[in-house]
Nanobody
Framework: QVQLVESGGGLVQPGGSLRLSCVAS????????MAWYRQAPGKQRVLVAS???????YYVDSVKGRFTISRDNTKNTIYLQMNSLKPEDTAVYFC?????????WGQGTQVTVSS
């Protein structure tokens, strides 16, 4: 069973930055896609950014130019660098990893943007 462990969340003021990390218990090159999702209170979980095994990235429009997803294959880790944070970025952020037959989730890390 693959485990994904997120870290790096916290409380930050508007305009601040955070870097989330997601460490996998397996070789991340075995995943076709890894991604970050977020779920705000009372809302559905939505895709924020993704990165393929070849390094191709995708961002939802609301975070383009502010967030950067990256990966370090040697550490089996993906990251989400979040800059210029806004109150509407407040959510629980989840790491996701997908293979042909499996879909794995982390436990989530809380990000709160507030003054």
């Amino acid at each position: 069973q693959v485990q994904l462990v997120e870290s790096g969340g916290g409380l930050v003021q508007p305009g601040g930055s955070l870097r989330l990390s997601c460490v996998a218990s397996a070789n991340i090159l075995s995943f076709g896609v890894m991604a970050w999702y977020r779920q705000a209170p009372g809302k559905q979980r939505v895709l924020v950014a993704s990165i393929t095994s070849s390094g191709r990235t995708y961002y939802v429009d609301s975070v383009k130019g502010r967030f950067t997803i990256s990966r370090d294959n040697t550490k089996n880790t993906i990251y989400l660098q979040m800059n210029s944070l806004k109150p509407e970025d407040t959510a629980v952020y989840f790491c996701n990893a997908v293979t042909i037959s499996m879909n794995y989730w982390g436990q989530g890390t809380q990000v709160t943007v507030s003054s």
